[in-house]
């Protein structure tokens, strides 16, 4: 079991910049994939970005891509979001997820076992 804990959103204006983080603070998730995914409100959950288990493989959907970067630190056992040139349509709840077993990245929500509570990102116009 791997408890996950996302930290780091916030209220921001349009253009500017937030950092999350996703930590476990029960277990641990090296070595197996992490994804990001994010829920507007009234909308369905949707996959954002994630990263195999050595960090050396992202992916990110279109929406965010050339805009987010994600990482990992497989020695602090954390793995971040860089959220850059932020737009009113990224409000949403922002989720990590980590598979049980698995190096490589899937971009869909049913390969990922263990899920954070979300933290709010809001980006005012």
């Known amino acids: 079991q791997v408890d996950l804990v996302e930290s780091g959103g916030g209220l921001v204006q349009a253009g500017g910049s937030l950092r999350l983080s996703c930590a476990a603070s029960?277990?641990?998730?090296?070595?197996?994939?992490v994804g990001w995914f994010r829920q507007p409100p009234g909308q369905e959950r949707e996959f954002v970005a994630a990263?195999?288990?050595?960090?050396?493989?992202?992916y990110y959907s279109d929406p965010v891509q050339g805009r987010f970067t994600v990482s990992r630190d497989n020695i602090r056992n954390t793995v971040s979001l860089q959220m850059d040139n932020l737009k009113p349509e990224d409000t949403a709840v922002y989720y990590c997820?980590?598979?049980?077993?698995?190096?490589?990245?899937?971009?869909?929500?049913?390969?990922?076992?263990?899920w954070g509570r979300g933290t709010q990102v809001t980006v005012s116009s």
């Open positions: 997820a980590s598979r049980s077993s698995g190096f490589w990245l899937s971009v869909s929500q049913g390969a990922y076992d263990y």
């Open positions: 990263v195999n288990g050595n960090g050396e493989t992202t």
């Open positions: 029960r277990g641990t998730f090296i070595n197996v994939a």
